[in-house]
């Protein structure tokens, strides 16, 4: 039932599915994880999950009822966060009934790609990344993340454990110009009908030259 709600908006709460659908044993408990819904006459009116540092949050009515009462549940337990990310009126509704001061807050848009315009492409080609790949896919992606500011930040090793999988599932692409990798992207989930490209990153040495139009647009 929380499957086919979420799907009415799809790309919405692209970030929701994608870690479910991401769990290599959907039928055991994730440790120190939260899934949990608020019903409204038998329905779901909102939706919270917890899966890393920041709790995610959804819905489709501005019900500030509903995002008490998951705010209200998330107190209750023994578990450590560092953040909230939702719809602007989710995110904000539950961070005020949560009580903390607030510190950071970050504004962002989900894009659904429909079709890829006819570009010119650079030199070069898109291979998957392989696991001789793996110290620079972290470094890079290490790179990547300091380059948007995300938080928390990842230890080389964390960063590692991240990539490492992710290869091994050929979600890590790598565009090839003169037989050196010179810019990747990343499939860093995937929803019923959809994926979600991310981790798109080239060095300045090589920025300006298309490489990372090439990578997005072959993948």
């Known amino acids: ?27 055991q408990p994730v440790p120190d994880s939260v899934f949990v819904n608020v019903f409204l006459n038998g329905k779901v009116e909102a939706t919270a999950v917890k899966t890393w540092y ?14 008490k009462l998951l705010a209200d549940y998330f ?28 510190t950071k807050k970050t ?18 080609h898109l291979e998957k990344a ?3 790949d793996l110290e620079l896919i972290a470094r890079w992606t290490g790179n990547f993340e300091n380059d948007v500011a995300h938080l928390p930040v990842k230890t080389h090793e964390e960063l590692v454990e991240y990539v490492k999988p992710r290869i091994e599932q050929g979600l890590y692409f790598k565009w090839i110009y003169r037989n050196e990798p010179v810019s990747i992207a990343a499939i860093v989930r995937k929803t019923k009908n959809t994926a979600v490209i991310g981790i798109v990153y080239t060095p ?7 490489f990372a139009s090439g990578c997005v647009y072959r993948l």
């Open 1 to 27: 039932a929380t499957e086919t709600w979420l799907l009415e908006r799809e790309s919405d709460n692209n970030l929701i599915i994608g870690l479910c659908y991401g769990f290599k044993d959907k039928t």
């Open 54 to 67: 920041k709790i995610i949050v959804t819905g489709y009515t501005e019900n500030d009822a509903a995002q």
């Open 75 to 102: 107190k209750t337990l023994p578990l450590q966060y560092l953040g909230v990310f939702g719809t602007t009126f989710h995110a904000a509704s539950f961070a005020a009934h949560y009580g903390k001061p607030e």
């Open 107 to 124: 504004t962002l848009l989900v894009h659904t790609l429909r079709t890829v315009n006819d570009i010119p492409l650079p030199f070069g």
């Open 130 to 132: 392989t696991l001789v």
């Open 204 to 210: 300045d040495a090589m920025r300006g030259k298309g």
